[in-house]
C-alpha cells in the first residue's frame, strides 16, 4: 500500500469557511492574530531586531535530547532559554538554563526581551478563557528553512502528508496546568516572498482529555511578525507541529508559564543548604542515635543536585558555559554544596563500616539503597556523555563536560561506588544476622518460659511475643520503605 494512500486529511487555513468552522467547533483555545493586530505598534520591531540581534551573538544552539529518556539526537532548531533569574526549563531529559531578563545581572538584550515578554501576556490577556498567562519564561526557535536543510533534508509529515516538518507532533511539557502559550515569530525577509512557515495542531492522539482523535488536524499559515496562542489548557489536549517554510528561515517565541516547583536554582540551593546542614548535624551526632530518615533525605537531595544540576549544566559543552554568565557563580555554589554532601556521606559510611553494630539498620539500608541508584545514574550519565551524537554533530565546544569533579582523596569517596556497595551489603547481611539470632534468643527464652509455666499451669504457652515481634520487624521495614515524601 503506498503511504498516500493511508495519509488522513486535514483542513488548511487556505480552505475558507471550512477551517473557520472547524476552529470555531473544534478548536477553542487556539488564536491566531496577524501581526497588524498586535499591540503595541513598537513591538514587531522592536521584537525582530531582540531576536535577530540573540543570533547575531550567536545565542542560539543545537541541543542534545533524548525522545522517551533513551535515544540521543540533535534538535533540527537552535534554541535559548531567556527567563525569571534561576529558573531552567526541562524537556526531553534536557534541562535548559535561562539567561535571566531582569534583576541587577540582567543585560540590556534580555531586559528588551522582558519586555516583548509583558506585551505578550497582555496581548493573551485580551481573549477569554486565557488561564494562567504570567509568563516566566521563552523559549526562543532559530529555525532554517527546508531549503538550508536539504543535505540534511527534513522528515516529511508521517501522517497527514502536510509537508516537511521543522518541529514535529508534540505537547509542550513542564508547564503549569492550565496555563496558556504565546508564541510570536519573525522570518528572515517581509516583502520579497511571502512567508510560508505553517503551524498545525491536531487533538492528542490518546484522546485522553475528552477530545476525539476523529477530529481532522488544521495547519495555520503565519505571516511574518504573527502570534498564535494556546489559551488555558488547550495544551494538554491538543499537540502542535511546526512545517517548514521553503526559502525564509524563521524565529520563534514561545512565552510560557513553566512550573516552577523543583525547577529553579532558588529551589536546589535551599533543598541543598537544608540536606547540608541536616547531615551535619546526624553526623556529629552518636552513631547509634543517627536517624536514617536524615540521612536517606540528604543522599536523595545528593543524587538530585549531581544528576539534576551540575550534570545537566555541564552536558552542554564549554560555550554553554561562556554563554550563561548569569549561573558562574550559581553553578560554583551547587558544585561546592554538592562536595560538602559527598564528604559527609563519606563519614557516615565510614561509621557504618567501622562502628556497623552501633549504627541501626535503617542507617545502612538507606544509605546502600541510595548508593545503588548513584552507581546507575552515573554509569547512565557516563553513557549519555559518550553518545556518538556528539561527536558526528557537535562542535567541540558543545561537547559534553563530566562534571562533578571526583577528587581521588581519603576523605571522599570515589566516582564508583560499586566497593562501598559491596560493603555496605555485607554490614547488611551481618545486621540481618544478628536481628535473626536476638529473634531467635527471645523466642527460646519465651517457649522456656512458656514451657514452665506450662508445665506448671499445664497450658499451651501463649504466641502473643512471637505475633509481637512479627509486628515489630514489619513496622521497622515500612519504615525503611516510606515514601521520601512524607518526611521532607
Ligand atoms: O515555533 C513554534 O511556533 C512552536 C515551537 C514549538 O513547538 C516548541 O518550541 O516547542
Keep these: ?23 470555531k467547533k473544534h478548536y477553542k483555545g487556539f488564536v491566531h492574530v496577524p501581526s497588524r493586530e498586535l499591540a503595541p505598534p513598537c513591538f514587531y520591531t522592536d521584537a525582530k531586531r531582540a531576536f535577530e540581534t540573540l543570533r547575531q551573538k550567536n545565542y542560539y544552539h543545537y541541543d542534545v535530547v533524548m525522545a522517551g529518556g533513551k535515544h540521543c539526537s540533535r534538535t ?3 534554541r535559548t532559554l531567556v527567563g525569571c533569574p534561576g529558573i531552567t526549563y526541562k524537556y526531553l531529559s534536557l534541562r535548559l538554563f535561562a539567561h535571566p531578563w531582569s534583576g541587577p545581572d540582567a543585560i540590556p538584550m534580555m531586559k528588551s526581551i522582558c519586555n516583548i515578554n509583558k506585551s505578550m501576556i497582555e496581548m493573551t490577556k485580551e481573549h477569554t478563557g486565557h488561564g494562567l498567562c504570567d509568563y516566566n519564561l521563552t ?12 543535505s540534511v533534508g527534513f522528515k516529511e509529515e508521517a501522517f497527514y502528508g502536510m509537508g516537511k ?55 495555520v499559515r503565519t505571516a511574518d511578525g504573527d502570534a498564535y496562542f494556546l489559551l488555558g489548557s488547550f495544551n494538554e489536549k491538543y499537540q502542535h507541529c511546526v512545517l517548514a517554510g ?6 520563534s ?18 533543598r541543598s543548604k537544608t540536606a547540608l546542614k541536616r547531615l551535619r548535624t546526624e553526623v556529629e551526632k552518636d552513631e547509634a542515635r543517627m536517624d536514617y530518615r536524615v540521612v536517606l533525605f540528604s543522599q536523595k537531595v545528593l543524587t538530585e543536585l549531581e544528576m539534576e544540576w551540575v550534570a545537566q549544566y555541564w552536558l552542554q559543552g564549554s560555550t554553554h558555559n561562556k554563554l550563561h554568565v548569569w549561573w558562574h557563580k550559581p553553578m560554583e555554589t551547587l558544585e561546592s554544596l554538592w562536595e560538602n554532601l559527598e564528604e559527609l556521606t563519606h563519614r557516615v559510611y565510614t561509621r557504618c563500616i567501622e562502628a556497623s553494630s552501633a549504627v541501626p539498620r535503617a542507617v545502612v539500608v538507606a544509605i546502600l539503597e541510595e548508593f545503588k541508584i548513584r552507581q546507575r545514574l552515573r554509569q547512565l550519565w557516563d553513557e549519555r556523555r559518550a553518545d556518538a551524537v556528539y561527536k558526528k554533530r557537535m562542535k567541540e565546544d558543545q561537547r559534553p563536560i563530566a562534571r562533578p569533579q571526583f577528587h581521588d582523596r581519603k576523605d571522599c569517596l570515589p566516582k564508583s561506588l560499586s566497593t562501598a556497595i559491596q560493603m555496605l551489603a555485607s554490614v547488611r547481611v551481618q545486621k540481618q544476622i544478628s536481628t535473626v539470632d536476638k529473634t531467635n534468643e ?24 512471637r505475633k509481637k515481634e512479627v509486628h515489630k520487624r514489619k513496622r521497622e521495614t515500612e519504615e525503611e520503605n516510606r515514601p521520601l515524601g512524607l518526611i521532607l
Design 76 to 78: 533540527f532548531v537552535k
Design 246 to 251: 521553503s526559502s525564509q528561515h524563521r524565529i
Design 1 to 23: 500500500m503506498s503511504q498516500l494512500s493511508t495519509v488522513k486529511k486535514f483542513v488548511s487555513s487556505e480552505d475558507g469557511e471550512e477551517f473557520k468552522e472547524l476552529v
Design 442 to 465: 527471645t523466642n527460646h527464652h519465651g517457649v522456656r518460659k512458656a514451657q514452665k509455666s506450662s508445665a506448671a499451669k499445664k497450658k499451651r504457652p501463649s504466641s502473643s511475643s
Design 139 to 150: 523559549l526562543i526557535n532559530d529555525m532554517p528553512s527546508a531549503a538550508f536543510h536539504s
Design 165 to 219: 516538518v521543522s518541529v514535529s507532533w508534540h505537547a509542550d511539557s513542564s508547564l503549569q496546568n492550565g496555563s496558556s502559550i504565546g508564541v510570536c515569530h519573525f522570518v528572515s525577509s517581509r516583502k520579497a516572498t511571502p512567508c510560508d512557515w505553517r503551524i498545525a495542531l491536531r487533538p492528542s492522539p490518546s484522546g485522553e482529555n475528552g477530545v476525539s482523535s476523529d477530529i481532522p488536524p488544521i495547519s
Design 253 to 270: 517565541s514561545t512565552h510560557r508559564v513553566a512550573t516552577i516547583e523543583k525547577d529553579t536554582y532558588q529551589y536546589i540551593l535551599r
